[in-house]
T-cell receptor
Framework: QKEVEQNSGPLSVPEGAIASLNCTYS??????FFWYRQYSGKSPELIMF????GDKEDGRFTAQLNKASQYVSLLIRDSQPSDSATYLC???????????FGKGTMLLVSP | KAGVTQTPRYLIKTRGQQVTLSCSPI?????VSWYQQTPGQGLQFLFE???????NKGNFPGRFSGRQFSNSRSEMNVSTLELGDSALYLC?????????????FGPGTRLLVL
């Protein structure tokens, strides 16, 4: 059973702080990793993906991947109230074209 | 490019009825995946179609079925609806961003079964 685990939260951070969202996965054959943001009542929207060990930055977002520890994280710098949403981690496994999603972490950014 | 479209956006049905949901992928995308999202279970994979063929299937009963047409549009059908089928049904079309296949979601169809 391929599993993706996320802390459900909520994770509460003040405006301007760094929010750190974490995800672990069970399948060592996993190849690429995605972060989606989902606002209440809306569909998930892609933030970024990563497939190599290390960090990948896109604006205020940084994804970090450690395949040895089977761990992927998303850092949001200078958090804004508009970042308040549920963040979904998804994993793409080798040999499959589908994604396995974690249940998401709710982030609350207070003004 | 236009995004993924799904119709209808909202549906109310009663137990025992059947329902058909439609998804039009992003132009040029040939793969369409369907997911069911509920508060308790999160996003669960239903099935994936590529070039009119079902390529992968999740762990759902046979009441859930789908198909894809030659223009890549896809439909999913749920027969003999149960209360537990109330959920947000999401369609995602897959395309390549750089070297990475990436899924983009439509707005979803919210189904309520009474």
């Amino acid at each position: 059973q391929k599993e993706v685990e996320q802390n459900s939260g909520p994770l509460s951070v003040p405006e301007g702080a760094i929010a750190s969202l974490n995800c672990t996965y069970s399948d060592r054959g996993s190849q690429s990793f995605f972060w989606y943001r989902q606002y209440s009542g809306k569909s998930p929207e892609l933030i970024m993906f990563i497939y190599s060990n290390g960090d990948k930055e896109d604006g205020r977002f940084t994804a970090q991947l450690n395949k040895a520890s089977q761990y992927v994280s998303l850092l949001i710098r200078d958090s804004q109230p508009s970042d308040s949403a549920t963040y979904l981690c998804a994993v793409h496994h080798s040999g499959y074209s589908t994604l396995t999603f974690g249940k998401g972490t709710m982030l609350l950014v207070s003004p | 490019k236009a995004g993924v479209t799904q119709t209808p956006r909202y549906l109310i049905k009663t137990r025992g009825q059947q329902v058909t949901l439609s998804c039009s992928p992003i132009s040029g995308h040939r793969s369409v995946s369907w997911y069911q999202q509920t508060p308790g279970q999160g996003l669960q994979f239903l099935f994936e179609y590529f070039s009119e063929t079902q390529r992968n299937k999740g762990n759902f009963p046979g009441r859930f079925s789908g198909r894809q047409f030659s223009n890549s549009r896809s439909e999913m059908n749920v027969s003999t609806l149960e209360l537990g089928d109330s959920a947000l049904y999401l369609c995602a079309s897959s395309g390549t961003s750089g070297y990475q296949e990436t899924q983009y979601f439509g707005p979803g169809t919210r189904l309520l079964v009474l």
